[in-house]
């Protein structure tokens, strides 16, 4: 772990990005050292302001130290700065569930399923709170701010997690419009996971967030997702060297497969994981397609 927290520490500070920093973070608290991760996170918010991990992970500091109006008040910030968090509010959900405010909860996972409409975790959980076995997950009429990742546990040195019910404060967050992920959105890759040798398929957006997925492992997802973010945004600054403008097309190859990388800009990238059988232009004119259906052809 020590080699891979000092190889973090090199990248952030040679090629910053949110999701190296998030990931030096929790390592640093996998190690024990909650100080370290806090500041780390603290730079993270300096440098991405819009990056609402770091403050979940601060959350969880305060949660695992038992200072729980702090953890609330850092979870409400992570959801205003990043309304597509899916930790943050997971997090914020289970927080005011143990807390007894179920309305507010059932608020939180339906914001999830408006940008994460396939999760069966969260499809379950909204089920069961709602009492009514069958009801469609994704029909709420408001929902609360938005913010971090699913919830972990993570062992702190010295402290013993706080649970839920001593975690939470109850709060009455701001309720802003539902607004459901349009059907041309969902049904994106479908074409392109038709396509022979596709195992997979997703598109992320320039923060290394999933916008739609499909045929893909939810760890696989959020994997991809912020390995796209690092490829285009770091192969768009080594292209500029060599005067070139923009990063289109990249193709990973291994022994058990191909990852393809398809953009037009650093707001969308379109990732098909594929055989090694299949070539890249053939699958290029439908990446395409998904970029222009998503508004980013």
């Known amino acids: 772990m020590e080699s891979e927290i000092e190889r973090l520490r090199k990248k952030v ?24 991760a806090e500041r780390v996170c603290r730079k993270c918010i300096k440098e991405f302001p819009r ?8 959350a969880e500091i305060r949660l695992a130290q038992n200072k729980k109006p702090d953890a609330v008040q850092l979870l409400q910030i992570a959801i205003e700065r990043d309304p597509r968090s899916y930790t943050a509010h997971r997090l914020m959900a289970d927080l005011l569930i143990a807390d007894g405010a179920k309305d507010q909860a059932l608020a939180h996972l339906r914001q999830i399923v408006t940008f994460k409409p396939n999760d069966p975790a969260v499809s379950a959980r909204i089920v069961e709170l709602e ?32 649970t839920p ?11 802003l419009p539902a607004r459901p992920l349009p059907a041309t959105r969902v049904s994106a890759l479908d074409a392109l996971c038709a396509e022979s040798g596709v195992s997979g398929a997703l598109v992320a957006d320039g923060s290394g967030r999933t916008v739609v997925a499909r045929k893909l492992p939810a760890a696989q997802e959020e994997l991809l997702a912020a390995l796209a973010s690092e490829v285009v945004r770091n192969g768009a600054a080594a292209l500029s060297t060599v005067g070139q403008d923009r990063l289109s097309t990249l193709t990973v190859v291994g022994a058990q497969g191909q990852m393809m990388a398809f953009s037009r800009d650093q707001r969308l990238t379109v990732i098909v994981l594929a055989s090694t059988q299949v070539r890249p232009a053939m699958l290029e004119l439908r990446a395409r397609q998904v970029l222009i259906d998503l508004g980013a052809g």
Request: overall charge neutral.
């Open 131 to 162: 009492g009514k076995p069958g009801k469609p997950a994704d029909t709420a009429p408001t929902v609360v701010g938005g913010a971090p990742v699913a919830r972990r546990a993570i062992p702190t040195a010295g402290a013993t997690p706080a």
């Open 165 to 175: 019910a001593q975690a939470v404060a109850s709060t009455q967050p701001s309720a």
């Open 51 to 58: 990056n609402g991990q770091a403050y979940v992970i601060l």
């Open 13 to 36: 500070e040679n090629f910053p990005s949110a999701s190296s920093y998030n990931r030096l973070a929790e390592l640093s608290r996998l190690a024990g050292d909650d100080g370290d």
